[in-house]
């Protein structure tokens, strides 16, 4: 089998070719309206802005960046605008039952006309009212009914009092009440000159006192009625004085809004309580509330009469698009706010306040995943509302049953819109797997892409974006060639040379960067030197940890060796992920073989050290060991495998080749080159699978090498499937070119280990049977010699046989 030679400089970075573009600049190129090759999600997004079913709202769902918020906000908001608006929503009071507010819907713009024109009713009657009561007829009413009620009153105390003085008593006020007392020539008798009248005329006078007090009582009772009868008059001439100075004014509103059932009623029922309560309306300034003249509040009693418009839809048209930005549950479906007033808290219908499912009623809500289900009881709050189609403002305490106190109960409203939860797949997944409600709810997904195809059409469009974002952000053009480093950019986040990333957010912050540099260098256009400026200052400030990682190889305090060669020792490659950046380092990968039964011990695993994943590596090139090596014959063999200097959690199978390496070359007694680096996948068939980041794992070892002096021997072997994800920096790519450093690509592990040893693997079938001739036949030797001796190891339990000829005699 031969090795395979190493890959050509062009394999290397596939850059993108500034001639492809027929502009100087980006000035000369059109706009894009949308981000470009999301095809699939804006599909998703206009089905379920389109359907008028219920439980079509929307889930979007991608990696952060992608444009996700922007792409849906164009797309909503085109929709929406230029729509019917939606209607207004209003509280007002319920006069029957107060601490249940009454919810009225008005077309767009009238709730806040019916708020207005209450107001101006309320200023009308605290200056009409008063002037009635105030004026010549209404005072001449009053006089003549108290006149009328005086005189039956004096009529009667009169009437009783002649009785009286006809019988020889007379009837007397007191300052506790009236009383009868005996009198003679006009003069109230005294004890004892009544006592000397003859028995005969004291009983008479006693039983005349007697019944002039039945017929007392009989009167102070009359005149009691009489004076309610009297209130009662005067009321109803109250009522008719309020009803002349109101009636007329909630006419004209009535009129006005006859088109509308509810506000004629809740206008009858304020025309009612005016009259019930006239004297709110007659109270001077200096008779209102203190604590109202305090805080320069309408008197309480008058703010029942106000109008609360809870949404005003009086904006030009257009479907409202809300963002929710801070999700809680008060902030979606509205609350109740609370005045203290002398240590005591009190609401009134006034003080709902709306939540965001009210302001986007009839249109779209815009909610971040991750933001909502992070929140104490919004996301059932939300799929309450969703449920019953019907916002239902509720507090916490109310809704588990923390405060028993009586609050307000205002009238839900009927809910209709479309809600838009933007997050991560995972979030997607999650909710639909465990939550039942979340299908029915979220029947549309718009999947958006993490990356493009790149190809000269979507190269074309990425420009016309860059062109679009630069003009927006009020950036310099960007030349041609700056242009075709960003797509080269783009290729490279994406670990993929034939892709471009959808990550527009760090596209722009590149673009932002490269701006900088271009005014500072006093440049009138980005140029690819602005680009290539920035990105290498991205990597700059990012790169603390490198930087200490990489002294820390080169002063001897990791060992990592990059010359010579060393049975059972390889060079691996560590990825660090720092979110936005991501670097490698070499690391070096250590095997013992020795007697055993069959266990390869993963130091990493053992000591706990090491993920599932990696765990799983090991198990596989275990199994690819038997399989292929042992046979029928028994696996004789005790492995360890370890990262040497490592103390950190380790995971990932990308390791798994040169591992398998290791063991090979400490089973074969060869030496393995310390100038290369390994990095690979191995499955059971001894095949190489693809890994991640396999720049930033090239680029960390030519590093290090670079460091020490490139000797034209040193390189990394990496999977033949990530040589189209091959985007190295020009300095690797250079030195490639002039033969300083080398890239192999390897299929199977067989290749690799010849790369690394400079001996033959020999093939697989002739392993089996001892085969001298390569590498595969020394293993296979090795493990027949453990084999061997394996047999001749006891069993547990088993008595080792010890020859005749051996044996004592025995003396008893």
């Known amino acids: 089998m031969n090795?395979?030679?190493?890959?050509?400089?062009?394999?290397?970075?596939?850059?993108?070719?500034?001639?492809?573009?027929?502009?100087?600049?980006?000035?000369?190129?059109?706009?894009?309206?949308?981000?470009?090759?999301?095809?699939?999600?804006?599909?998703?997004?206009?089905?379920?802005?389109?359907?008028?079913?219920?439980?079509?709202?929307?889930?979007?769902?991608?990696?952060?960046?992608?444009?996700?918020?922007t792409l849906v906000r164009q797309r909503i908001e085109a929709r929406a605008k230029g729509a019917p608006r939606p209607s207004d929503w209003?509280?007002?009071?319920n006069f029957a039952q107060a601490h249940r507010p009454i919810a009225i819907e008005l077309p767009p713009g009238r709730g806040a006309g019916l708020s207005k024109d209450m107001a101006r009713l309320v200023d009308e009657l605290r200056s009409?009212?008063?002037?009635?009561?105030?004026?010549?007829?209404?005072?001449?009413k009053t006089d003549s009914i108290d006149a009328e009620f005086k005189e039956r009153h004096e009529n009667a105390f009169s009437g009783l009092g002649d009785e009286a003085i006809a019988q020889g008593v007379a009837l007397l006020r007191t300052p506790a009440g009236f009383s009868f007392a005996p009198v003679?020539?006009?003069?109230?008798?005294?004890?004892?000159?009544?006592?000397?009248?003859?028995?005969?005329?004291?009983?008479?006078?006693?039983?005349a006192i007697e019944t002039l007090q039945t017929k007392l009582e009989r009167l102070i009772r009359d005149t009691m009625r009489w004076r309610k009868e009297r209130t009662e008059r005067v009321r109803e001439l109250n009522r008719e004085m309020t009803l002349f100075a109101?009636?007329?004014?909630?006419?004209?509103?009535?009129?006005?809004?006859?088109?509308?059932?509810?506000?004629?009623?809740?206008?009858?029922?304020?025309?009612?309580?005016?009259?019930?309560?006239?004297?709110?309306?007659?109270?001077?300034?200096?008779e209102s509330s203190p604590i109202a003249r305090l805080m320069q509040q309408e008197e309480p009693s008058l703010r029942r009469y106000q109008v609360n418009v809870l949404v005003d839809n009086g904006a030009p048209d257009g479907l409202p698009v809300v963002y929710a930005d801070h999700p809680t549950l008060q902030n979606l479906v509205g609350r109740i706010d609370h005045l203290s007033r002398l240590g005591t808290l009190v609401t009134d219908f006034a003080m709902i306040k709306p939540g965001a499912l009210h302001r986007a009623n009839g249109g779209y809500l815009l909610v971040d995943a991750i933001r909502l289900l992070t929140q104490p009881y919004a996301w059932e709050g939300l799929k309450r509302a969703l449920l019953r189609r019907q916002v239902h403002i509720e507090s916490l305490g109310e809704v588990y049953g923390l405060v028993s106190t009586l609050s307000l109960e205002p009238e839900p409203i009927p809910l209709k819109l479309k809600v838009v939860l933007v997050g991560e797949r995972l979030l997607f997944y999650l909710l639909q797997a465990y939550d039942p409600d979340f299908g029915r709810l979220f029947r549309v997904a718009a999947d958006f892409e993490e990356n493009m195809e790149r190809t000269p059409e979507t190269s074309l469009l990425f420009a016309r974006f860059i062109a679009t974002r630069a003009r927006g952000d009020k950036l310099l053009p960007l030349e041609r060639d700056a242009v075709a480093r960003v797509v080269d950019f783009g290729s490279r986040i994406s670990g993929d040379s034939r892709k471009i990333s959808s990550n527009m957010e760090r596209m722009v912050e590149l673009?932002?960067?490269?701006?900088?540099?271009?005014?500072?260098?006093?440049?009138?256009?980005?140029?690819?030197?602005a680009v290539q400026g920035a990105i290498e200052a991205q990597h700059h400030r990012a790169g603390r940890l490198r930087a200490q990682v990489q002294e820390a190889i080169l002063r001897g305090k990791v060992l990592i060796a990059t010359a010579g060669a060393a049975v059972g020792q390889v060079n691996g490659l560590s990825v660090f992920d720092l979110g936005d950046f991501a670097f490698a380092e070499p690391v070096r990968i250590t095997a013992t073989?020795?007697?055993?039964?069959?266990?390869?011990?993963?130091?990493?695993?053992?000591?706990?050290?090491?993920?599932?994943?990696?765990?799983?590596?090991?198990?596989?090139?275990?199994?690819?060991?038997?399989?292929?090596?042992?046979?029928?014959?028994?696996?004789?063999?005790?492995?360890?495998?370890?990262?040497?200097?490592?103390?950190?959690?380790?995971?990932?199978?990308?390791?798994?080749?040169?591992?398998?390496?290791?063991?090979?070359?400490?089973?074969?007694?060869v030496p393995i080159r310390q100038c290369f680096a390994v990095t690979g996948s191995i499955n059971q068939l001894g095949e190489v699978q693809p890994i991640?980041?396999?720049?930033?794992?090239?680029?960390?070892?030519?590093?290090?090498?670079?460091?020490?002096?490139?000797?034209?021997?040193?390189?990394?072997?990496?999977?033949?499937?990530?040589v189209d994800h091959l985007m190295l920096r020009d300095d690797v790519v250079a030195a490639a070119a002039q033969g300083r450093f080398r890239v192999y690509a390897v299929r199977t592990a067989d290749e690799a280990i010849e790369i690394l040893t400079g001996m033959p693997a020999g093939l697989p079938q002739d392993a089996g049977i001892g085969t001298q001739l390569g590498l595969n036949g020394r293993v296979a030797a090795r493990l027949r010699e453990l084999a061997a001796l394996h047999r001749e190891q006891p069993r547990p339990g088993q008595v080792k046989r010890i020859p005749r000829s051996h044996a004592k005699p025995n003396t008893r």
């Open 128 to 140: 009409n009212i008063p002037a009635v009561f105030e004026g010549d007829e209404y005072r001449s």
């Open 511 to 529: 673009l932002h960067e490269a701006d900088h540099r271009a005014r500072q260098a006093g440049c009138a256009t980005i140029g690819a030197d």
């Open 246 to 286: 109101v009636g007329h004014l909630v006419d004209e509103l009535k009129q006005r809004y006859a088109e509308w059932p509810r506000v004629v009623q809740y206008l009858d029922a304020v025309q009612h309580d005016v009259l019930e309560h006239d004297d709110n309306f007659r109270k001077s300034e200096d």
């Open 3 to 69: 090795a395979p030679a190493p890959l050509p400089a062009k394999e290397l970075a596939h850059r993108c070719d500034a001639g492809q573009f027929a502009f100087a600049t980006t000035d000369e190129i059109e706009d894009i309206g949308v981000i470009p090759c999301q095809e699939r999600a804006i599909g998703a997004i206009e089905l379920a802005a389109g359907i008028d079913r219920e439980g079509y709202n929307l889930f979007v769902m991608g990696p952060a960046g992608c444009g996700r918020h």
């Open 692 to 722: 991640g980041a396999v720049n930033e794992k090239i680029e960390g070892f030519f590093d290090i090498c670079q460091a020490r002096g490139l000797s034209g021997e040193h390189g990394v072997l990496i999977p033949a499937a990530n």
């Open 593 to 669: 073989t020795r007697l055993g039964e069959g266990q390869v011990i993963d130091i990493q695993r053992e000591v706990e050290l090491g993920g599932a994943i990696h765990s799983k590596g090991v198990m596989i090139l275990s199994a690819f060991l038997a399989a292929r090596f042992s046979g029928n014959l028994p696996h004789a063999l005790a492995a360890s495998l370890v990262f040497e200097q490592t103390y950190g959690h380790v995971d990932g199978d990308s390791a798994s080749l040169a591992e398998l390496c290791a063991l090979l070359s400490s089973l074969a007694d």
């Open 90 to 93: 209003v509280y007002v009071n």
């Open 184 to 207: 003679k020539e006009g003069e109230v008798m005294g004890a004892e000159e009544f006592a000397k009248l003859p028995e005969e005329e004291q009983q008479r006078i006693k039983g």
